[in-house]
T-cell receptor, first 109, second 111 residues
Framework: GEDVEQSLFLSVREGDSSVINCTYTDSSSTYLYWYKQEPGAGLQLLTYIFSNMDMKQDQRLTVLLNKKDKHLSLRIADTQTGDSAIYFCAESQGEKLTFGTGTRLTIIP | DTAVSQTPKYLVTQMGNDKSIKCEQNLGHDTMYWYKQDSKKFLKIMFSYNNKELIINETVPNRFSPKSPDKAHLNLHINSLELGDSAVYFC??????????FGPGTRLTVL
């Protein structure tokens, strides 16, 4: 993740909104992704956004993209205990994905 | 109806041994990948194959040799295992330049 940065930790109260932020460096990335990794599990694709979009909403998930600042965010509304996981943003660079360092989301009851 | 599967899920072995990890996808994708996730959860691509041809090789030691017998399979063979090879290895697949779908991972522990 030397090119894609995220905060390592985020704690949120159950029922509140979580906002996970990501900054990337490659302005030519076509797609930007959010993946979720639960403990001991693989990577689950949550959502993605095409680089010519500013926002994408999918149920409780809202992705915002600011291309000028190369900033991507994931908002999870009404955060639940099942949302506890590590969240990775990733940018597509040609054939490969470059991942961020991951943000560990902890839910406070 | 597993999309991307890997075997084994866990692999514990001694330093110096040779081991293989297998990956299969039933999504009809033409591109497959291997990623390594270290103990700090940092994920980095190792290899990518498109239609059985190597298209990405990211400064990985040549002890690691991927093999793609057909479009649906990408295996990873590791020679002379070292302690630093301990990690979780993820396979993924996609249509070329499209969204990647990941397998459940193989946790390799080298003693």
């Amino acid at each position: 993740g030397e090119d894609v940065e995220q905060s390592l930790f985020l704690s949120v109260r159950e029922g509140d909104s979580s906002v996970i932020n990501c900054t990337y460096t490659d302005s030519s990335s076509t797609y930007l992704y959010w993946y979720k990794q639960e403990p001991g599990a693989g990577l689950q694709l949550l959502t993605y956004i095409f680089s010519n979009m500013d926002m994408k909403q999918d149920q409780r998930l809202t992705v915002l993209l600011n291309k000028k600042d190369k900033h991507l965010s994931l908002r999870i509304a009404d955060t639940q205990t099942g949302d506890s996981a590590i969240y990775f943003c990733a940018e597509s660079q040609g054939e490969k994905l470059t991942f961020g360092t991951g943000t560990r989301l902890t839910i406070i009851p | 109806d597993t999309a991307v599967s890997q075997t084994p899920k866990y692999l514990v072995t001694q330093m110096g041994n040779d081991k293989s990890i297998k990956c299969e996808q039933n999504l009809g994708h033409d591109t497959m990948y291997w990623y390594k996730q270290d103990s700090k959860k940092f994920l980095k691509i190792m290899f990518s194959y498109n239609n059985k041809e190597l298209i990405i090789n990211e400064t990985v030691p040549n002890r690691f040799s991927p093999k793609s017998p057909d479009k649906a399979h990408l295996n990873l063979h590791i020679n002379s295992l070292e302690l630093g090879d301990s990690a979780v290895y993820f396979c993924a697949s996609s249509r070329r330049l499209d969204t990647q779908y990941f397998g459940p991972g193989t946790r390799l522990t080298v003693l």
